[in-house]
């Protein structure tokens, strides 16, 4: 069993993502549990998707240090997250830092260096939305990151495209397909480990 | 036989209902029940409707049942308080057609004023309830709960929590059952007529009932499992917190609980039995521990101790047990938090910017508004439950006198205002309260996802219903001094609230009316700032389009974030704010 974890802000399409993993799970013959929160939290907070995929999948939340793979829609999420990262798990981040509310005030700063503690978690930062923009699809940051995330996540290729093709809009199809194939072309590329 | 679908607990529900033949569907929004209505009103051959408060939905419900239909009542764990008055009398008078009430719970609190544990109303009310731990089981008891009610003539509550109501996993649906025959309705003073001497004989029958829904909980027919393992750990436990002991004590003799209310009392004695120690193990609550404990079962506790609130997880029973704890990256220290925040171009922030102005004592209500608490606009003195607002406000103003200067004021969305806030204005109107009541009328109950209410006029079909009219319905009630203002006019809702607290001695409702900026998600230019000369008076607004630069302490305007709303360029004493 693999526990995943989406995480971002509000907004950021992390839902779509989920139901893509969840729906290449099933058609893959896996167990699949995805947790989501609505409501309050989602009002521009963090938000975070919680997925469990493969055999004998029991608990849908994720813990500290329980997870196999962090895919951070935001950079400051990501840094969040790596306490649920398993040590030998994988940490893919979009490079985007959308500022909570208390830093755009002056109310509370940044890390100096989140690039370098990024870094440091050997994250694959993944330039999503200039790769969305270039596949001509440039809301399709999300799925950008599911193709990097395609040949860690335990399902196949194929599978987790037709999950595409069956999860987004009929008319973005297409885009979405290439934005899923700039994704994984960008991890390849970066050499990545995958397993 | 049909395909696997990948369904949330709550859709699963849903689609239970309309296949075990339920046409009829009531609630109210609350997170995170509510997508189990919105998707039972998809469905073919089947009506919903949103209700104007948890109450009034289960007595609609109830009328259904008792008329023959077989029906679902959806709400949130707080609604069930609301609920309490029909659901006690209603496990009296017992059902027509089946009746099903979705409780669904939020240990943990993601969306909610508190965590209560639905398990004990059904406890009290003497009514039966089932414990999903996924979404197959979502379905399939569900489907159940409907020939259960009949069969025990009660109503059945299905109890979820956040991580069955929201946690998407594969469901075998069935087939729709043959719609099970009409049950008419005919005339029956002795059941349905709750009158003392009726009444008295409906409860003895009721305690009856129990007896039988026990004898049914500890059979081979009841939805319980025992997962033999290690002999020396026994757990019992149900719902999600199943999942967890699942995943974090692998090895352990689990008592999976389908039913638990009435607890299986035999099963669990048997299941005691055969395990060295018995451990419960349940979300936020002492529900499952005492009645283990009252059938005669000795509970022992796990070396380190459960959490008594909050939510559960594997690690937190891993730790509890003594297991290892996986341990992942040490935190990132003093990373700034990202708590919720009203949207940019919420028509609600120059409310709350207002009236921090007049330093007023704020009673608030439960919405998307709560977030007027938080800072910069830190506008808010209390929030409890839905209507408390305009109650709270009118027993401040009590205590206080007319000696103390602070206004007090009640702050109140649509939605609210129509499940409870109504009568607290009324009892204020009767009891000659002072006061200012804002009535926030976004058009929408915003925060559960902008589900329709009766002043908008919306029903949950997406077709027009009755829209009531908010400022003819509170004059009507006999409030002398009522207006409706635009609340992006920042002098427009200077001068209203200023005048409304000014006169200490009479009661004012301001309606503040504009829609929910993600209801017509209308975009405008954005702004951007020219010349700012750093007085920071744009950031008290607290819209998270507005940042400063930490060097020159000068603000700018996300031009993404930005929606053009101009509430900020109205506050701005330079004309620094310009598009």
């Known amino acids: ?76 999420e990501a840094l969040r997250a790596l306490p649920s ?37 050997d994250a694959l930062v993944v330039p999503a939305e200039a790769t969305a923009r ?42 979405n397909e290439r934005a899923f194939q700039a994704g994984r072309r960008f991890a390849e590329e970066q050499g990545r480990d995958v397993r | 036989m049909k395909d696997m679908m990948l369904l949330s607990g709550n859709e699963a529900v849903a689609r239970a209902a309309a296949d075990a033949g339920a046409t009829v569907g009531t609630g109210y929004p609350g997170t995170p029940s509510t997508e189990t209505l919105e998707a039972f009103a998809r469905e073919e051959g089947v009506y919903a409707e949103w209700c104007t408060n948890e109450k009034v939905a289960l007595e609609v419900a109830l009328g ?25 009398t209603a496990a009296y008078t017992g059902v027509g057609g089946g009746l099903v009430i979705l409780a669904a719970d939020d240990p943990g609190m993601h969306s909610s004023q508190n965590e209560q544990d639905s398990h004990w109303y059904a ?16 379905h399939d008891l569900a489907r159940e709960a409907f020939s259960l009610s009949e069969r025990f003539d009660v109503p059945v509550m299905v109890r979820s929590t956040v991580r069955i109501a929201h946690t998407k996993t594969p469901v075998q649906v069935q087939d729709a059952a043959a719609r099970p025959d009409a049950r008419p309705y005919e005339k029956d003073a002795s059941k349905w007529v709750m009158m003392p001497a009726f009444a008295k004989g409906r409860r003895v029958e009721q305690l009856s009932r129990v007896e039988e829904m026990r004898a049914w909980a500890d059979s081979a027919e009841a939805p319980n499992r025992i997962i033999l393992g290690d002999a020396r750990i026994g757990v019992v436990c149900a719902g999600a917190a199943f999942q967890h002991v699942r995943e974090a004590l692998p090895d352990a003799s689990i008592l999976k609980l389908g039913v638990t209310c009435p607890l299986p009392a035999e099963t669990v004695r048997s299941f005691a039995d055969g395990v060295d120690e018995l451990y419960v ?24 101790g459960l959490p008594k609130a909050g939510e559960l997880s594997p690690n937190l029973i891993r730790h509890a047990f003594g297991r290892p704890v996986p341990e992942g990256s040490a935190p990132v220290e003093g990373l700034p938090a990202r708590p919720p925040a009203l949207c940019p171009g919420c028509p609600h922030r120059v409310v709350f910017k207002e009236l921090s102005r007049q330093k007023a004592i704020i009673c608030g209500d439960i919405g998307c508004y709560t977030l007027g608490a938080l800072p910069p606009l830190s506008a808010m003195d209390a929030c409890v439950d839905m209507g408390a607002s305009v109650s709270m406000a009118h027993g401040f103003e009590l205590a206080l006198g007319a000696d103390d200067g602070r206004p007090v004021v009640g702050v109140i969305g649509d939605s609210t205002f129509a499940h409870s806030g109504l009568s607290s204005l009324i009892s204020t109107v009767y009891n000659a309260g002072a006061g200012t ?73 301001l309606i503040f009316k504009s829609p929910c900026v993600l209801l017509e998600r209308k975009v405008q230019r954005p702004y951007y700032v020219a010349s700012c000369t750093g007085c920071g008076v744009c950031l008290t607004l607290g819209c998270p389009a507005i940042g400063k630069y930490p060097d020159t302490g000068l603000s700018y305007i996300d031009p993404q974030m930005c929606i053009g709303c101009g509430q900020c360029e109205q506050y701005c004493r330079f004309n620094a704010i310009v598009r």
Do not use: W
């Open chain 2, 64 to 88: 259904a049942s008792a008329g023959g239909a077989r029906t679902l009542c959806t709400m949130k764990h707080v609604g069930v308080n609301v609920a309490a008055d029909p659901l006690f």
């Open chain 2, 123 to 138: 406890q009290a009310a003497h009514v039966l309830m089932l414990d999903p731990a996924d979404s197959q089981e979502a």
């Open chain 1, 85 to 121: 990262l398993k040590r030998s798990g994988t940490l893919i981040v979009n490079d985007e830092l959308i500022k909570p509310a208390s830093v755009l005030t002056g109310k509370a700063q940044l890390p100096d260096d989140v690039d370098g503690l990024l870094f440091q978690a």
């Open chain 2, 281 to 304: 193990v349940e979300e936020a609550s002492t529900y499952l521990a005492d009645a283990v404990c009252a059938a005669g079962v000795q509970v022992s506790q796990p070396v380190n």
């Open chain 2, 437 to 509: 009541i804002c009535i926030l009328d976004n058009r929408t109950t915003a925060m559960t996802g902008r589900q329709g209410n009766p002043f908008n006029g919306q029903q949950i079909q997406g077709r027009a219903g009755v829209e009531l009219d908010l400022e003819r319905v509170v004059s009507a009630i006999g409030v002398e001094h009522v207006r409706t203002v635009d609340p992006n006019d920042v002098e427009a809702v200077r001068a209203a609230v200023r005048e409304a607290v000014r006169e200490k001695d009479r009661l004012d409702v």
């Open chain 1, 1 to 76: 069993m693999k526990k995943i974890l989406l995480c971002g802000v509000g907004g950021q399409g992390t839902i779509l993502a989920a139901n893509i993993l969840a729906e290449a799970a099933l058609a893959s013959g896996q167990e699949v549990k995805v947790s989501e929160i609505h409501g309050m939290a989602q009002r521009g907070g963090a938000v975070s998707t919680m997925i469990a995929v493969g055999h004998d999948v029991a608990s849908m939340v994720i813990g500290e240090g329980e997870a196999d793979i962090v895919i951070a829609f935001d950079k400051l």
């Open chain 1, 134 to 175: 270039e596949a001509g699809s440039p809301k399709s940051a999300n799925v950008v990151l599911l193709g990097a995330a395609a040949d860690v996540l335990g399902l196949s290729a194929e599978m987790l495209q037709e999950a595409v093709r069956s999860c987004v809009p009929p008319k973005t199809v297409e885009a």
